[in-house]
């Protein structure tokens, strides 16, 4: 008798109905990507409106995020259990509500319970999707294309959103910025039973009520603790919530090793091209979604454009970040993707290199070349890093996958904003040196930051202001070439990692692909 094995079947390809799933679940990630943006632009208008205190309006706009963040894990395995598009639909459903009623909020108590609700639906959506492509797309090669399809609409959404939103709330009521992802849900309502298909896991067993408390008691202090960091520097409480947060997050991990059907199956971590691929996207993330934040602050802190005109300024990235997400995985399907990733960081990192020669004065065509460069080279980070996490999991645990990859996006850009943000503002301190003269509480503000300065000149004639904003707008850009400086140092020793880690993977759609991910 022979011992050889026979050769695994070709994974069967998508057709039509599946592409056109891609297309259903791609539309609410652009939409909803644009309402998470568009948010900071209405914040103005409906704080006069309802009358919101500076409290308030902080939970208006953090609640979201707060939520989103807490309940990944636990949406995601809940998807693999009662099956993945009636959580979907579940989840479409109550995000079209909740926007309806904060599009209409008429106190800050209702528009605060109304983005929380935002926030529960919200953490049903990515799971639900990115596990839904998996199982539609099992051809390794058809679904790299469908991860870079709905990543680059989700990409453009996020830049896109101020563009949109400015013009929106140019023409209608700050409630209108809340109504932009109702449609798409709508869509998402109608057609995704036609053309989605249902997957649950039989076997995962009842969600465990305890694991899911410690999972919000490990991600929410972290994620409050770390946005209060970057706001607010190091301060005592910051750093005791996200200690908190790890230790419950310990308590959690404990937890899910004693349950024979846990929330968060760790045995996901067994496999190498797992693990490696999900420690990719978290300290990518972290770095290239830190030097965002930092870019989209210096168009509008250094450069004086509002948030229209820095949405019109960041379309170059949004060109170069949609063809990236594109041809990442035609390229992976010639290329290893330890190459390829490694390869885009460190193109990432010279993207960086240019955006240090942006100054005062000048153009923000040199910052924004720099960055277009940076989301050029993450291309195969998120698309080659997302398929192979989602890859690596087997069918039943996708949606589990799916909640882990998007919790480390989450937890690697407060983290990036949080530890970058205290390295600028460190350096800008160091680096402005103001003249006699100036008011004191002047002085103060612009200690703070280059937003506090340009507050305090606001009161200032003009000659004081100009000696003000000067060298505060001087300092900044220090900050900014700190910040991405530090960032690109880290970068190059990610893609070295990186590139470490995952140089045993073959090419998209090799023969090896049927295998068994490695463990180890």
Known sequence: MSDTTPPSAPAPRAGR????????????????????????????????????????????????SFMLAGLLVTMGSLGDRIGRRRLLLIGAAAFGVASVAAAYAVSPAMLIAARALLGIAG??????????????????RQRGAAFGIWGACFSAGAVAGPVIGGTMLDHFWWGSAFLLGVPAMLLLLVLGPVVLPEFRNP?????????????LAAVLPAVWGLKEIAKDGWQPM????????LGFGILFVHRQRQLPHPLLDLSLFRHRAFTAALLSLFLGTMLTGAVMFFVTQTLQLLYGRDPFHAGLWMLPAIAANTVSFTLSPRLGQRF???????????????????????????????????????FLGSGPMVTLGMGLVMGSAPLEKAGSAAALNETSGQ???????????????????????????????????????????????????GELAGTLLTPARAAFADELHAVVGVAGV?????????????????????????????AG
Not at 238 to 243: D, G, K, M, T
Not at 419 to 434: C, D, F, K
């Open 17 to 64: 109905r599946e592409w056109t799933g891609l297309a259903v679940l791609a539309l609410p990630a652009l939409l909803v990507s644009i309402d998470v943006f568009v948010m900071l632009l209405a914040l103005p208008g409906l704080a006069e409106d309802l009358g919101a205190s500076g409290v308030q309006q902080l939970w208006i706009t953090d609640i979201y």
């Open 123 to 140: 953490a049903t959506l990515a799971p639900s999707t990115l596990s839904l492509i998996t199982t539609m797309f099992q051809d390794a």
């Open 203 to 215: 076997g995962a067993g009842r969600p465990d009520p305890v694991s899911v408390l410690e999972s």
């Open 238 to 245: 910051p750093i005791a919530a996200v200690l908190a947060g």
């Open 336 to 374: 290893r993707p330890a190459y390829l990733i490694g390869g885009g960081l460190v193109l990432c990192t010279l993207g960086m290199l240019v955006i240090t020669r942006a100054e005062p004065g000048s153009s923000p065509a040199v910052l924004i070349a720099g960055f277009a460069v940076v």
């Open 411 to 461: 937890l690697g850009f407060a983290l990036g904003i949080a530890a970058l943000g205290s390295v600028g503002a460190a350096v800008y301190r160091g680096a402005l040196t103001l003249p006699d003269g100036l008011p004191a509480d002047a002085v103060r503000a612009a200690r703070d930051s280059l937003n506090g300065a340009r507050e305090a000149a606001r009161s200032l004639s």
């Open 490 to 518: 880290l970068l190059l020793a990610t893609a070295a990692l990186v590139t470490a880690l995952l140089r045993h993977l073959p090419p998209t759609g090799r023969p090896s692909d049927g295998a068994a991910p490695e």
